[in-house]
């Protein structure tokens, strides 16, 4: 039988376990902070705990670990992307970001990626795995005990399917959110899908106050479909609905991604239908130049064009801004550096 991963669990969850065992529940917090707060995953060294129980612990249970395989440092501003190797070897890509207002990270979901949208690298190769909560939270450790660094942010836009792996991302911001353990604010993450509808009625129910970021790119259905197969299963009315229901019901802000892809998706007929579409949600759209990749022979518009798009959002009275582009120089974004390594080694 494979141990389960002690550092996957929420705070609850260690106390009840280590009731279970016939310890005290405060052994669990104490399990807890030394991973979530201390960041340190050598429980041999976590003196509090007497010795036989580490070792009755060890025998159903483990510490996931990752480590940095790579890392790429952006010389024009502070970015840096990094590569990490999963115990069964797997490789995932998280981006640290700095800005004005605090630290970010971007975070991998899963390993590969179901969803085949087609311009996105990740999918290329379909979904290997779900990532444990225990691997999202080591993502964000690693890059804050490198860099030295507190994050403050975290966008779950990295490789994968946030939706798609449910319960285990559930887990990680509740555990991330722990004022026993990082104390991260729920209004500081970011939860990035391709529209996965049942599951935005699920987590509207949950009521956190996360951000929840829709990756539109197109206001027809023919036209996403091409792009998205995700929207041949779930059409722009039923996201729309799911959406007005999420912003309703946790009074937030909705983002909506829009990748600008030349040709495709970035003409005037598209300016009139997303106002119509977005009318009456407290919405913020985000443009996103395409990345070309080798297997979607299309490309970005050229800035002015890009400009003029944003600014025929704002004329329509919806705020829009063009995504700034961090650490341009070591290029690759979604999935690209990732494939960039496999495909090599
Ligand atoms: N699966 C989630 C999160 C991961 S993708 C989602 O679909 O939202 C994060 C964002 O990057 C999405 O908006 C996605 O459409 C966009 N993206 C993926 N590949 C891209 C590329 N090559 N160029 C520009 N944006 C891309």
């Known amino acids: 039988?494979?141990?389960?991963?002690?550092?996957?669990?929420?705070?609850?969850?260690?106390?009840n376990y280590m009731v279970s065992i016939g310890e005290k529940s405060y052994r669990g917090e104490q399990v807890f902070t030394y991973f979530n707060?201390?960041?340190?995953?050598?429980?041999?060294?976590?003196?509090?705990?007497?010795?036989e129980l580490k070792i009755k612990i060890k025998e159903k249970a483990k510490v996931n670990t990752i480590e940095i395989y790579k890392r790429f440092d952006s010389k024009i501003d502070s970015t840096k992307k990094y590569l990490f190797l999963l115990e069964d070897k797997n490789i995932i890509e998280s981006v640290f970001m700095q800005y004005k207002h605090g630290n970010s990270v971007c975070i991998s979901t899963q390993?590969?990626?179901?969803?085949?949208?087609?311009?996105?690298?990740?999918?290329?190769?379909?979904?290997?795995?779900n990532l444990t909560p225990a691997e999202m939270l080591n993502q964000v450790y690693m890059i804050e005990k490198d860099?030295?660094?507190?994050?403050?942010?975290?966008?779950?836009?990295?490789?994968?399917?946030?939706?798609?792996?449910?319960d285990n991302v559930l887990k990680f911001i509740n555990i991330i959110h722990d004022e026993k353990g990082h104390n991260l604010s729920l209004r500081n993450i970011t939860l990035s899908t391709c529209g996965v509808v049942p599951k935005i009625y699920d987590l509207a129910k949950e009521n956190l106050p996360i951000t929840l970021s829709i990756s539109l790119h197109s206001p027809f259905d023919d036209e996403r479909s091409k792009i998205m197969p995700i929207a041949r299963r779930y059409s722009l009315e039923e996201l729309m609905r799911a959406c007005k229901f999420y912003g309703d019901s946790t009074n937030r802000r909705l983002t909506f991604e829009y990748t600008l892809i030349e040709n495709v998706n970035d003409g005037e007929k598209e300016l009139n239908e997303l106002s119509r579409l977005l009318k009456g949600i407290n919405a913020?759209?985000?443009?996103?130049?395409?990345?070309?990749?080798?297997?979607?022979?299309?490309?970005?518009?050229?800035?002015?064009?890009?400009?003029?798009f944003?600014?025929?959002?704002?004329?329509?009275?919806?705020?829009?801004?063009?995504?700034?582009?961090?650490?341009?120089?070591?290029?690759?974004?979604?999935?690209?550096?990732?494939?960039?390594?496999t495909d090599k080694e």
């Open 1 to 15: 039988m494979s141990k389960f991963e002690l550092n996957s669990m929420t705070l609850e969850e260690l106390k």
């Open 310 to 341: 944003q600014k025929g959002l704002l004329k329509r009275n919806i705020p829009a801004t063009i995504r700034r582009e961090m650490g341009s120089d070591i290029s690759a974004s979604c999935g690209q550096l990732r494939r960039s390594i």
């Open 111 to 129: 390993v590969g990626c179901k969803m085949g949208c087609m311009f996105c690298a990740s999918t290329k190769e379909g979904l290997i795995r």
């Open 37 to 51: 707060r201390h960041k340190n995953l050598e429980l041999d060294s976590l003196n509090q705990l007497p010795k």
């Open 284 to 308: 913020h759209v985000n443009l996103i130049p395409l990345n070309p990749i080798e297997e979607y022979k299309e490309e970005r518009p050229n800035r002015e064009h890009i400009e003029r």
């Open 147 to 166: 860099t030295n660094e507190t994050i403050s942010n975290i966008v779950l836009m990295g490789s994968g399917e946030p939706l798609d792996n449910y």
